[in-house]
């Protein structure tokens, strides 16, 4: 019986140490789901809400989130702390902003994960979720009435630009291969009008600290 304690309390031990080395680690990820209501996130305030759920609910806790988004007034790279950022899988997205905002980053299909550490379906897969919402240029900056009301729109009026973490479009142009910037919503900011373009509402999220 003391030998199984022993076992017992060392299995506690290991798993109590891999849940507090994960907490170290993952420090940006795609949102698994949205919303639900399009690009009706909350506002700034409960996007980061949802970046911070998820990522407890997957066992990552002590870390302030908040979700790269760009408003009328706040631009998203300035909302994401200096980095650098891993993923789930603790492989480097980037050193810093700036890196980030360049060729440099390493953002593909493969490490564009979820805070689950899994892969997010892109185009040619059933369905394509591609489309992340931003509301940003390519360095990361706002973008005039492409923020969907400021993520408060869930119906036919309003746009949002979203990027693809895939870094795959129609064609070979820098706009459909960027990751935060390649083209806006068609048909408003519904989730319907947003899956209508290979999206689902979902966005990134980053660890500011």
Known sequence: MRRLLLVAAAALAATAGAALAQDTKMSFFVTSVGSGKGADLGGLKGADAHCASLAEAAGVTGKEWHAYLSTADVDA??????????????????????SLHSDTNAITKQTALNEKGEVVNGRGDKPNRHDIL?????????????????????????????GHHDRTGLDESAAAKSWNSS?????????????????DGLFYCFATN
């Open 134 to 162: 931003t509301g940003s240029k390519p360095d990361g900056t706002k973008i005039a009435d492409q923020t969907c009301g400021d993520w408060t729109l869930s119906g036919a009026e309003g746009a949002a630009m979203m």
């Open 183 to 199: 083209h806006a919503s068609r048909g408003g900011c519904s989730q319907e009008a947003l899956k209508g373009t290979g999206g």
């Open 77 to 98: 790279r300035d909302r994401i702390g200096k980095g650098p950022w891993v993923n789930a899988k603790d492989e480097k997205i980037a050193d810093d902003v700036a």
